[in-house]
């Protein structure tokens, strides 16, 4: 059952989508979600002892008369998308699949044999073997963008946004477009409302992750870091941009990857764009143990890290052997574990359920 439509005066009477009940609900709603600065956290079990700490350590940073107080424009908070706060597991990242899409079930999209080959391979990687080619990570950004490359920055948003509406795999009521952790989106909301600067910092396409992300969750485009397709103008050709200038008949699209932006590329980007220090991090795998360990290391600040476990199995498509040993890897760094299990009240709300 979906949450009752509800005028704007009505649903503003809400801290929270929480306040009336944990269905699945459409992005419009996601982004409505309200957050008192309390923390409020409707969506986590009452005896998280993950949210407890998140709760505790906001209060005291934001308190003006504690020693651990830090200002305002200080206050920066990372994360991870896939896996830690969108679905990453039905069955894989939401840019493969938009990706497999593209190459293999587009019949307006004429792959080369080439691109078909790769395609098949990852694609039965996902679905049986377990096994990818070699580098797949590097490899899969690069043929994603080539398959896209060409596309104006408007094709492309449209191509994402019909992609957005198709269902996920292995769960029951939902879209790609709706497939947020409710309880992730809580803290997003919950960390902007105490002023926190909130980035999204993902190794997925940058033009993707704003297209499903930013409305959802109120953030502004600048605040989302991610791989970057090379964007030209349409006739510049091969020319270098400092030999070529913008005309009035111009536009822009899409071409090659520049960069992958993962593990250690992550604090780079982060140095780089961001130019301050996160005092607040949160990731779901080893890829993110840079990230998470620059929050950390070295802060002139208190900070604290965060890690994603996909632990449930019933309401979600969860892996528990890379739980284990994300468990392991939080324990040694000493970052705080958040358990999809036990932490989440619901995951995507009470009529999503695995397909079994």
């Known amino acids: 059952m979906k949450l009752k439509k509800l ?14 009940g944990a269905q699945a609900a459409p992005r419009s709603e996601i ?12 969506y986590w079990t009452p005896n ?12 005291d940073v934001t308190n003006k008369n504690s020693k651990n107080f830090i200002p305002a424009d200080d206050r920066v908070a990372v994360f991870d998308m896939d896996g830690t706060f ?4 039905a069955p894989y990242y939401f840019e493969w699949m938009l990706y497999l899409n593209r190459a293999l079930y587009d019949k307006e999209y004429p792959a080369s044999a080439e691109m078909v080959d790769y395609a098949k391979a990852i694609e039965e990687g996902i679905r049986t073997t377990g096994k990818f080619p070699p580098g797949v990570d590097v490899g899969e950004a690069t043929a994603q963008e080539k398959v896209f490359a060409g596309m104006t920055p408007a094709e492309y948003e449209a191509y994402v946004k019909r ?4 269902p996920v795999e292995g769960l029951s009521n939902l879209k790609w477009g709706e497939a947020f952790y409710l309880p992730m989106v809580e803290v997003i909301k919950y960390l902007t409302a105490n002023d926190f600067s909130v980035y999204v910092v993902s190794g997925s396409d940058r033009p993707t992750v704003r297209i499903l992300a930013c409305d959802v ?4 485009p600048a605040n989302v870091i991610g791989s970057d397709p090379k964007i030209t103008a349409a006739a510049q050709g091969g020319k270098d941009g400092l ?4 005309g009035k008949d111009d536009y822009l699209v899409r071409g090659q990857l520049i960069e992958k932006n993962l593990k250690m590329n992550k604090v780079s980007v982060i140095a780089q764009e961001i130019g301050k220090q996160p005092v607040l991090a949160f990731g779901n795998s080893s890829g993110d143990s840079s990230m998470l360990n620059y929050a950390v290391y070295g802060n002139k600040y208190k900070s604290a890290a965060f890690m994603v476990l996909c632990d449930d199995v019933e309401r979600e498509l969860g892996n528990e052997s890379k739980a284990a040993k994300c468990k392991e890897l ?18 995507y709300g009470d009529d999503v359920q695995r397909v079994k």
Not at 7 to 20: K, N, R
Not at 48 to 59: E, T
């Open 7 to 20: 005028t704007a005066l009505v649903l503003a009477s809400f801290l929270t989508l929480g306040a009336i």
């Open 31 to 42: 982004a409505a979600m309200k957050v008192a600065k309390s923390g409020k956290l409707n």
């Open 48 to 59: 998280s002892v993950a949210k407890d700490k998140l709760v505790s350590f906001v209060k």
């Open 86 to 89: 969108v679905c990453e597991t």
């Open 163 to 166: 992609f957005m509406e198709t």
């Open 217 to 220: 969750l109120n953030l502004n």
């Open 243 to 246: 030999d070529y200038v913008y």
């Open 330 to 347: 939080a324990d040694k760094n000493g970052w705080t574990t958040i358990s999809m299990r036990d932490d989440f009240k619901t995951i």
